[in-house]
């Protein structure tokens, strides 16, 4: 497995329907909630939380790209983290969404990707951390 801080290979065994570069799975995440965002209906709350998750959202991946060009470990795992932190808002900002606007697989499936990459990126963080160690 090749393998530079956060950008890894996928194992050649790897049969899921979603990207293995943390990269590539930030972006879409970003791409899909703006796109299921833009399907919410137009009154003054919903706009107010949907301005607060499209700004988390967009923001993991951004923290991921500069994390991958990151100038030390500690400048990698720090950004990691804020990745992780915008992941973990975002999800908040989803479950208003499911709990008060609107409910349908499409946003349980939102929920469910930005639980698994809080998970991801908790464990990229903590095996960055270890290497420093």
């Known amino acids: 497995m090749s393998k530079k801080w956060g950008r890894f290979e996928a194992p050649k065994d790897w049969a899921r329907d979603?990207?293995?570069?943390i990269r590539e799975r930030t972006f879409r995440?970003?791409?899909?909630?703006?796109?299921?965002?833009?399907?919410l209906p137009d009154d003054a709350a919903t706009r107010v939380v949907a301005y607060q998750l499209v700004k988390a959202?967009?923001?993991?991946?951004a923290n991921v790209e500069e994390a991958d060009g990151a100038e030390s470990k500690r400048d990698f795992v720090h950004k990691m983290s804020i990745g992780r932190k915008e992941t973990r808002e975002s999800r908040y900002w989803i479950r208003i969404v499911r709990a008060s606007i609107v409910d349908n697989n499409e946003w349980a499936a939102l929920q469910q990707e930005?639980?698994?990459l809080a998970r991801i990126l908790s464990a990229i963080i903590n095996s960055a951390q270890k290497e420093t160690q």
Do not use: H, K, L
Not at 18 to 21: E, F, I, K, Q, R
Not at 29 to 39: E, H, L, N, S, Y
């Open 114 to 116: 930005s639980e698994e």
């Open 57 to 61: 959202a967009t923001s993991v991946g």
């Open 18 to 21: 979603v990207p293995y570069d």
């Open 29 to 39: 995440f970003a791409v899909q909630v703006i796109r299921a965002v833009r399907g």
